[in-house]
């Protein structure tokens, strides 16, 4: 929904609620915490948030409601490293979350779980426990505009799902243990038009059989900007690890190929021609 943020009706027009239609609540000019106004929410209803620092763990189970910031980099959730989620979304569909950032917190920043419907924009993640920007078991999902950084596992990941009928695009995932993760996934899923640097290890579809729907199969990856991953300095889980020791093992092997191929052909570029006439 793009329409001007003044243009919704606020929640104490009380008119337009008892007709049942959407309406506006502000944090923390009509409550207090986010948390709150998530509670006091309809489906429809748009919840917006002005600039601050809000240590609160956000749990929505309300349908189509959408939890807006008005600055992404001055609406902070910080969990100080003592909370799991910044916003939690459980099995409600339609649940959009827009334009704020989430740090410090012992799970993920930005989680949706048992959701058919879903949208994370202009998001930003950082130093997460676990994830930074999160779908699991969740289907027909868009992120965009989005920034996870700092997380053991990967800055993005969406998994156990099938189709999972999501679009992942431009946005850039940076010093994680991986850039993309998505575990059992597949199915009109797209991951295009994003960047993925400075990770252990970029874009890793994967199959395993701790999760549901194995293997992960029928993955879009196009036009995305993937370098100078690799990095053995970032926060990691075991599995980062070992994917990236397995690039080491791939990419290492390929770069060698590579300068080969290329003092070959420098080598040839630099034999003298011969000019017609010449034997």
Known sequence: D??????FPTRRSSDLAARGKPVTIRVPADSKTIQGAVDQAKPGDLVLVSPGVYHE????????????GLDRNKVILDGRYQLENGVKVIDANGVAVENMTARRYERNGFFWTGAKGYRGSYLTSTRTGDYGIYAFDSVDGWFDHDYGSGSPD???????????????????????????????AGGNLVITDSIWRHNRAGI??????GEANPPEHETTVIGNLVYDNNNGQTPSIDAAKLAHLRAHHVVEPLQRAFDLVLRVVRATEQRPRLRGGDH
């Open 204 to 209: 890793v579809p994967n199959s395993e059989d």
């Open 2 to 7: 793009h329409r001007d943020l003044h243009s």
């Open 57 to 68: 763990a956000v749990v929505v189970t309300t349908d189509r409601i959408v939890l807006r």
């Open 154 to 184: 990967a800055g993005f990941y969406i998994g156990q799902c099938y189709p999972c009928n999501a679009v992942l695009t431009q946005s850039i995932s940076e010093y994680n243990g991986l850039g993309y993760s998505g575990t059992n």
